[in-house]
């Protein structure tokens, strides 16, 4: 009986054949390149700011934050005629520096939305300004590439050429680099700003800070990071971590002083926003050094007022029948109307 058993288990064995192998299951495809922007940002570079676009035009003070723009990049951007493009852009990081010490500082604007970016790589492309005779007082020279169908890159060129490599996926980029790798716009953030020093300092005049520019203990920052929330009211912090807590104390004390400086300076007081700046708190210690401000509902009623009055200004300033001499310089720069 056992024999048979064992005869007919042979048989059927021998009438299935071998047991055919199992293919692995296929993975899925790699998520879009420009899914996270900072898969676009090249690694090389210290600091990065992301902003949510969308998030801003839909708050109070979308106004504002259209005249901050006055970067050349966004310049560019926009002067390509036709719809103003920010209105269909969701999401732009920023970056840049100069890591190797040498040259100019390299910007990088990348801008992420429900846009054309050949088309508008292109045209920007049509509408760069000729070289002048005087390249030291020049604007500086910029380029822009469709990184996607919907995400443009616009900057200086050496670094565009990097993001662009990137989005061929080839190189290295912050999303690899573990100080940065979790800078996410949360919700109801709508911008987020880190610094990690690596190869080259903190300068403050490479953010356009206004009158913070000077702040030469800027560059013994080891690290930074800030982020703005806009709801009723409007959060907005910054940090920095200097190398020394007496640097430290000395940054605290003339970010008070500036603060305080600016506060009466003759064209904030007449635009009546002073006493906002009083929402100012300077902290920290050790070597930390702390800004917050937070802002009232009422608050940014006022500011929306405050951009009703730069706009005029703006356009009181640019009387292109003028005749004078001597250009009148205003501060801060987003009463500058952008050429």
Do not use: H
């Amino acid at each position: 009986m056992k024999a048979r058993l064992a005869l007919a288990a042979a048989a059927i064995l021998l009438s299935c054949g071998a047991p055919k192998p199992v293919a692995p299951p296929v993975p899925p495809p790699p998520p879009p390149v420009d899914d996270n922007l900072l898969a676009l940002a090249p690694a090389a570079y210290s600091q990065v700011a992301r902003v949510d676009v969308a998030l801003l035009r839909a708050s109070p003070l979308w106004g504002l934050s259209e005249l901050a723009m006055t970067d050349p990049t966004f310049t560019a951007l926009r002067a390509t005629g036709g719809e103003d493009p920010l209105l269909a852009i969701d999401e732009v990081m920023i970056t840049g520096g100069n890591p190797d010490g040498a040259g100019a500082d390299e910007i990088l604007v990348v801008a992420k939305g429900r846009i054309d970016a050949e088309a508008l790589a292109s045209a920007i492309g049509a509408k760069r300004p000729a070289r002048g005779s005087d390249p030291a007082n020049a604007p500086p020279e910029l380029e822009a590439v469709a990184l996607t169908k919907r995400t443009i890159a616009i900057g200086t060129p050496a670094i565009v050429a990097e993001a662009a490599a990137l989005a061929r996926r080839e190189g290295r980029s912050l999303l690899e680099d573990a100080a940065f790798e979790d800078l996410a716009l949360l919700d109801g953030v709508s911008a987020v700003y880190r610094f990690r020093r690596a190869e080259e300092a903190l300068a403050l005049d490479r953010l356009r800070a206004g009158p913070f520019k000077g702040f030469d203990w800027s560059r013994r920052a080891t690290s930074a990071s800030g982020s703005l929330k806009i709801g009723t009211g409007v959060s907005a912090e910054i940090a920095f971590v200097l190398d020394d807590p007496k640097i430290a104390a000395r940054a605290r004390a003339d970010v008070t002083r500036t603060v305080r400086r600016f506060a009466g300076n003759t064209i904030v007081r007449l635009l009546g926003v002073g006493q906002l700046l009083g929402r100012i708190a300077v902290s920290g210690e050790n070597e930390r050094v702390e800004l917050r401000a937070e802002l009232s509902e009422a608050d940014v009623a006022q500011l929306r007022t405050l951009v009703e009055r730069i706009a005029q200004i703006r356009e009181l300033m640019s009387d292109d029948g003028a005749e004078d001499d001597d250009p009148v310089e205003l501060d801060p720069p987003m009463l500058e109307r952008p050429e």
